[in-house]
């Protein structure tokens, strides 16, 4: 299995701030052949369901807030909010579908 | 827009098996895409449980392999879960998700989840 680790676990960022979080695999998710990355970013409010950031590691989601951006490739990956606002604050998922088990790193919890 | 809703038992007992219907609206059922079920433990991560591609055939997480089974109904536009042997540890939110096209393999779409609590 890909195993997918998340760092920090937890971060509090002031408003109007930087939020950055690292996502790292076990094994490279760049498809050779299309060189493309299989790395999707998550964002997750209580009680609700994930919500889709960004594919193929820097692909924003429609309707995603340009204060996002997503970064990386092979083993490395990065989210950036580049300017936090209240709304943000929630728990952010990288999850690789390079290959089943389609594996969720361990979440990151963004707060103000 | 393609929506997902989740329906079954909110209570199973220990050793029995859970069984959970996603419904899918707004669209079909299509052979390019992969639907999925993921779950999350009550303040905990999520899971990826499996996926089913009607022409692909399924996947499972190795950890769960053994107990599950995904299918689909396409009479329905539906697709189901069956877990076997719960024990309290498979009590969690359940949701059902889909790709889109281009991405199939992606959790695009969502359902609202819903609660399987395993007691007896």
């Known amino acids: 299995d890909i195993v997918m680790t998340q760092s920090p676990d937890s971060l509090a960022v002031s408003l109007g701030e930087r939020a950055t979080i690292n996502c790292e695999s076990s094994q490279s998710v760049l498809y050779s052949s299309n060189n493309k990355n299989y790395l999707a970013w998550y964002q997750q409010k209580p009680g609700q369901p994930p919500k889709v950031l960004f594919y193929?590691?820097?692909t924003r989601e429609s309707g995603v807030p340009d204060r996002f951006s997503g970064s990386g490739s092979g083993t490395d990956f990065t989210l950036t909010i580049s300017s936090l606002q209240a709304e943000d604050v929630a728990v952010y998922y990288c999850?690789?579908?390079?290959?089943?088990?389609?594996?969720f790193g361990q979440g990151t919890r963004v707060e103000i | 827009q393609v929506q997902l809703q989740e329906s079954g038992p909110g209570l199973v007992k220990p050793s029995g098996t859970l069984s959970l219907t996603c419904t899918v609206s707004?669209?079909?059922?299509?052979?390019?895409?992969?639907w999925s079920w993921v779950r999350q433990p009550p303040g905990k991560g999520l899971e990826w449980i499996g996926e089913i591609n009607q022409g692909r055939g399924t996947n499972y997480n190795p950890s769960l392999k053994s107990r599950v089974i995904i299918s689909v109904d396409r009479s329905k536009n539906q697709f189901s879960l069956t877990l076997t042997s719960v024990t309290a540890a498979d009590t969690a939110v359940y949701f059902c998700?889909?790709?889109?096209?281009?991405?199939?393999?992606?959790?695009?779409?969502w359902g609202q989840g819903t609660l399987v609590t395993v007691s007896s």
């Open positions: 999850q690789q579908y390079y290959r089943p088990p389609r594996t």
């Open positions: 193929w590691a820097s």
């Open positions: 707004g669209g079909s059922i299509s052979s390019d895409n992969w």
């Open positions: 998700s889909g790709g889109t096209v281009g991405v199939w393999e992606l959790l695009h779409y």
